[in-house]
């Protein structure tokens, strides 16, 4: 089985930084792109961006600048570096990854339970 367990989110003033982790563990035989999405009140979930394997990156365009996304290849971990954070970043966060548990074996989407983080104006 795999799990996702994000980590670091919480209350920030507007302005402030954030970074928030999210580590796989579990029956992992490899995995390949791993991302953030967001959920806030009354809204759909949005991708914020994501990360592949090599490295390569993508992210909403309204968040291109203030949020970096990176990974741990060793450590199955991928984090999300957020500044100049404002009132409308407010939301949960979750952590998703395409996880493969087996050589042969398909990728899965697989997903963390999400961490609130919440921006005071």
């Known amino acids: 089985q795999v799990q996702l367990v994000e980590s670091g989110g919480g209350l920030v003033q507007a302005g402030g930084s954030l970074t928030l982790s999210c580590a796989a563990s579990?029956?992992?035989?490899?995995?390949?792109?791993m991302g953030w999405y967001r959920q806030a009140p009354g809204k759909q979930r949005e991708l914020v961006a994501f990360i592949t394997t090599g490295g390569s990156t993508g992210y909403a365009d309204s968040l291109k600048g203030r949020f970096t996304i990176s990974r741990d290849n060793a450590r199955n971990t991928v984090y999300l570096q957020m500044k100049s954070l404002k009132a409308e970043d407010t939301a949960v966060y979750y952590c998703?990854?395409?996880?493969?548990?087996?050589?042969?074996?398909?990728?899965?989407?697989?997903w963390g339970q999400g961490t609130q983080v919440t921006v005071s104006s």
């Open positions: 998703n990854g395409m996880i493969s548990e087996g050589h042969g074996l398909a990728y899965n989407d697989y």
């Open positions: 579990g029956s992992i035989f490899s995995i390949n792109r």
